[in-house]
Every structure is written in structure tokens, then in C-alpha cells.
């Protein structure tokens, strides 16, 4: 295979790995997506590789190292804070994906395509295998977050802590406010399986006490 032959097939192999990824991210709308990932890819290729021709004598991976520099800019754009309060971050998967397939993409640059293939393969796997664990233990143990408003009554907020406790669910009572309309508001911090969420879920709207309700 002559040089440019060679380089061409980095190119493409730099392609078909992040594009395999990319569309498992796009799959699940993520920021960074199918076009996305390709392109960093074949990026991290490609300045790998021009970093072995025209980086300083003795010192090829002057360029390539920088692309783990560069990376880090662009992952960092996908991590935002959530607006629902819990303090959560998202995007940090997406981010590391994004890491991971700048990585394959050096590999691949690098010349070694048999190594990058079975790391797609493997980075593949625990995004599909890693999501129907996660899907797994969501089922049997979740954290939601419950706002509850009801006229204000003695006692009133203790009666559902004993549903959540009928219910078998782990709470902690987050924040309580009292409005001037002689309306109390109770926010809670609630942990259980989703069969046990959804059963009190059932309950409350049925509740003609309840005024609002927020899950």
C-alpha cells in the first residue's frame, strides 16, 4: 500500500469509527451527535498523522498532543448545569465520548487501526450494555423530587410522609413555605423503586386535597 493510499484509508477507517459512535449519540439525542463525533475523529486523525510530516525532527507528537488539549475545550461545551433545581450536570457522558473518540481517532492516525477497531467495539458495548443496566436499577431505585401544596391545616405535611411511608419510600423533607392565602407547600426529596413512585403518584392526583402537585 503506497503512503497516500494509506492515508486515505486512515481517513476512511477515522469516518466509519466515529461515525458508529456518533449515531449511537445521535440515537439518543445528544448534543454531540453523528456529525460530531465523525469530524473529531477524523480530526484527531488527521492531525495525527500530519503531525508524524510536518511536526519537528525528533519530536512528531508535538501537534498530536495538543489535540487532547483542544478536545478538552469542545467537551466542556457540552456540560451544562440542569435547571431542575438538584444541582444535577449533564452532558458529562456526551463529554466523555467525545474524549474517547478523539483518542480512537490519534489511534487510528497513529497506525494502529486494529487497536482503535476493537476499542469502538468496546466503548459500543458499555454504551449499550451500561444503558440497560442503568435502565435496570432506575426501575428498582429512583430519586425524584415531589412539591406538594394543599390548604394549611395542623399536621398537614405529616400525613404524606406517612404515604410516602405506606408506600415504602425514603423521604426527606427538603423545604416547606406557608403562603398568605393560608396555603402550605412542602418539597420533598423522595427515594424508592418506580413501582412504589407511581402508586403514590396514583394516589395524590386522586387527592382532592392536593391544589398542586409537581413529580
Known amino acids: 500500500m503506497s503512503p497516500m493510499q494509506d492515508f ?7 469516518i466509519v469509527v466515529g461515525g458508529l459512535i456518533g449515531a449511537e449519540r445521535e440515537y439518543r439525542s445528544k ?47 457540552v456540560i451544562f448545569k440542569g435547571d431542575s433545581g438538584q444541582g444535577k450536570v449533564n452532558g458529562v457522558t456526551t463529554a466523555a465520548m467525545i474524549w474517547v473518540t478523539a483518542a480512537l481517532g490519534m489511534g487510528i492516525g ?19 450494555i451500561f444503558s440497560l443496566l442503568e435502565g ?8 425524584r423530587n415531589y ?8 399536621e398537614t405535611l405529616q400525613r404524606y410522609e406517612q404515604l410516602f411511608k405506606d408506600h415504602n419510600l425514603k423521604f426527606k423533607l427538603s423545604r416547606q413555605t406557608k403562603s398568605v392565602t393560608d396555603m ?25 386535597t392536593v391544589k398542586a402537585f409537581e413529580f
Not at 475523529?41 to 483542544?70: D, H, K, Q, Y
Not at 497513529?110 to 449499550?128: F, R, W
Request: hydrophobic share 50%; charged share 15%.
Open 110 to 128: 497513529a497506525g494502529y487501526e486494529i487497536l482503535s477497531i476493537i476499542a469502538c467495539l468496546m466503548v459500543l458495548s458499555v454504551l449499550l
Open 31 to 77: 448534543s454531540a451527535g453523528f456529525r460530531t463525533l465523525t469530524l473529531i475523529c477524523l480530526g484527531a486523525a488527521l492531525f495525527t498523522m500530519l503531525s508524524e510530516m510536518i511536526g519537528a525532527r525528533g519530536a512528531p507528537e508535538r501537534i498530536a498532543s495538543n489535540v487532547v488539549v483542544g478536545i478538552g475545550f469542545v467537551g466542556a461545551g
Open 147 to 154: 412539591k406538594i401544596m394543599c390548604n394549611f391545616e395542623n
Open 184 to 208: 402550605i407547600t412542602g418539597e420533598w426529596v423522595v427515594q424508592g423503586s418506580e413501582v412504589n413512585h407511581r402508586q403514590f403518584i396514583h394516589e395524590l392526583l386522586k387527592d382532592p
Open 8 to 14: 486515505v484509508w486512515k481517513l476512511v477507517l477515522s
Open 136 to 143: 435496570w436499577i432506575d426501575t428498582v431505585n429512583q430519586i
